[in-house]
Nanobody, 123 residues
Framework: QVRLVESGGGLVQSGASLNLSCVASGRTYSRYTTAWFRQTPGQERKFVAAVTWTGGGTHYSDSGKGRFTISRDNAKNTVYLQMNSLKPEDTAVYYC????????????????WGQGTQVTVSS
């Protein structure tokens, strides 16, 4: 079993940056693919970015590509989402998730989920 805990969200102005962290505990020696999703009230949880266990493979949504960077430090059991040039439409609860499979945009492919961290971007 793996527990994921997100942090780093907050209230920022348009154009600012945030670096989200996802810390894993439990069976962290497993070679998990890790992803970030985001969700606003009344809407589906949407894919943002994913990274393989080695860090050598990444994939981004159209909204995140060019502004967001996903990375990981397995020695710290942590995955990061660096978000630059934030826009009001980036406002959402951001969740990290882990899968024993490869890169995938589908939320049903991920087994473990964190509790989420709120990101709010004001104009």
């Amino acid at each position: 079993q793996v527990r994921l805990v997100e942090s780093g969200g907050g209230l920022v102005q348009s154009g600012a940056s945030l670096n989200l962290s996802c810390v894993a505990s439990g069976r962290t020696y497993s070679r998990y693919t890790t992803a970030w999703f985001r969700q606003t009230p009344g809407q589906e949880r949407k894919f943002v970015a994913a990274v393989t266990w080695t860090g050598g493979g990444t994939h981004y949504s159209d909204s995140g590509k060019g502004r967001f960077t996903i990375s990981r430090d397995n020695a710290k059991n942590t995955v990061y989402l660096q978000m630059n040039s934030l826009k009001p439409e980036d406002t959402a609860v951001y969740y990290c998730a882990a899968s024993l499979g490869g890169l995938d945009v589908r939320r049903e492919r991920y087994t473990y989920w964190g509790q989420g961290t709120q990101v709010t971007v004001s104009s």
